[in-house]
Structure formats: structure tokens, C-alpha cells
T-cell receptor
Framework: NAGVTQTPKFQVLKTGQSMTLQCAQDMNHEYMSWYRQDPGMGLRLIHYSVGAGITDQGEVPNGYNVSRSTTEDFPLRLLSAAPSQTSVYFC?????????????FGPGTRLTVT | KNEVEQSPQNLTAQEGEFITINCSYSVGISALHWLQQHPGGGIVSLFMLSSGKKKHGRLIATINIQEKHSSLHITASHPRDSAVYICAAPPMDSNYQLIWGAGTKLIIKP
């Protein structure tokens, strides 16, 4: 099993550009989520999904869009990049909601917006 | 307010020392999580516990529900234990989210 994979590992964008961060898992997990990690702060939840076709907003959803057309894939779209979106982004998956299930994390995407 | 606080923020110790990292939370919990973030950035789950104590190798996690406090201990610490250790707990009103601590950066010197 590959676990949770993310692409790209690094990305530089100019303000106003759009892009999609890819996330895939091969563990048949129902729950998937996107976090951003900024220096000195805990992980912050952007969006999550409890199954194919179902998504919901987390703590910091503005400027981001998600969809879940399959169990395996959960892409994160930046609609119009801003310098405030410079961060490290992690995708995670678990069998069920993270309060009760172990989460598996992807390797992260380091995004810089200039 | 839902909060998870860790202490210390930074910890430097010599190889072989006994390490303790603390996590206090104000949320009611079903389970508290401890995770490790390697210097390369990868995050792995270490423990999930709702009562008592769990042990895995040289790592021990304890929780006191009444005091809303959890500790992560490392015995016979080694430079490869150098990492950021993160605790997280769910808020009362969500089955799908966690409140995350800011992490404790641990450096073990040889």
C-alpha cells in the first residue's frame, strides 16, 4: 500500500494564480481532510470529507475548494492564490472521524505564493 | 473555549535522559491523540488514548481525565527521537474535527 500520497511536494505560485493540490489514498478510508500548517501554530483544518460526494468546511475554508468524486481522491483547489496561503499543506485519511480513529498523513506540499 | 496547550514549546536534552512532554486541554474528549512530526515533515500517529496509559517501545502516554491532562514520556532518549510532538483532542460538539496543540520541538543531543 502506498498510503496517502500528495503531489506536488513543492510549488511556487504568483498572486492570483490557481492550482490544485492532489491527494490520494489506497486504504479505502471514508474520512479525508486537508490541513495547513503555519509556523508556531497547530494544524488547522481547511475542508474534510466523510465519504464520496460529501464535503464540509473546517476552520479555515476561505479561498479553497474541494470535491470528493471517489473514495480514493480528495483534491484541494486554490481559486486565486494569495500570499497568506503560503503554508505547508497536509492531506490525511482515516477509517472514520479522527476523534476515534488514527489518521494517516501524506508527506505534505510546501506552497509559496509570491 | 476549546483549547489544547502543550508544554514546553522547546526541549533540548542529552541522549539517555527521560523526557516528559505535557498536554492540557479544555475540551471534553472521547480520545486524545499524540503524533510525531519528523524533521523531514512527515506526521505519524503515535497514540490514541481515552484513559490510563499506553506504551509502545520507549514511548509511554498517560492521561488523567479528571485533570484534563496528558503526558508523553520517552525513556532512554536517543537523537533519532528528535522531532516535533503534537497532541490533539476533539471538541465536544464534533465527530469530525480535532483541536491541535502547537507542538513541542524536542532535540536530543548525542
Amino acid at each position: 500500500n502506498a498510503g496517502v500520497t500528495q503531489t506536488p511536494k513543492f510549488q511556487v505560485l504568483k498572486t492570483g494564480q490557481s492550482m490544485t493540490l492532489q491527494c490520494a489514498q489506497d486504504m479505502n478510508h471514508e474520512y479525508m481532510s486537508w490541513y495547513r500548517q503555519d509556523p508556531g501554530m497547530g494544524l488547522r483544518l481547511i475542508h474534510y470529507s466523510v465519504g464520496a460526494g460529501i464535503t464540509d468546511q473546517g476552520e479555515v475554508p476561505n479561498g479553497y475548494n474541494v470535491s470528493r468524486s471517489t473514495t480514493e481522491d480528495f483534491p484541494l483547489r486554490l481559486l486565486s492564490a494569495a500570499p497568506s496561503q503560503t503554508s505547508v499543506y497536509f492531506c490525511a485519511s482515516s477509517l472514520g472521524g479522527p476523534p476515534l480513529y488514527e489518521q494517516y498523513f501524506g508527506p505534505g506540499t510546501r506552497l509559496t505564493v509570491t | 473555549k476549546n483549547e489544547v496547550e502543550q508544554s514546553p514549546q522547546n526541549l533540548t536534552a542529552q541522549e539517555g535522559e527521560f523526557i516528559t512532554i505535557n498536554c492540557s486541554y479544555s475540551v471534553g474528549i472521547s480520545a486524545l491523540h499524540w503524533l510525531q512530526q519528523h524533521p523531514g515533515g512527515g506526521i505519524v500517529s503515535l497514540f490514541m488514548l481515552s484513559s490510563g496509559k499506553k506504551k509502545h517501545g520507549r514511548l509511554i502516554a498517560t492521561i488523567n481525565i479528571q485533570e484534563k491532562h496528558s503526558s508523553l514520556h520517552i525513556t532512554a532518549s536517543h537523537p533519532r527521537d528528535s522531532a516535533v510532538y503534537i497532541c490533539a483532542a476533539p471538541p465536544m460538539d464534533s465527530n469530525y474535527q480535532l483541536i491541535w496543540g502547537a507542538g513541542t520541538k524536542l532535540i536530543i543531543k548525542p
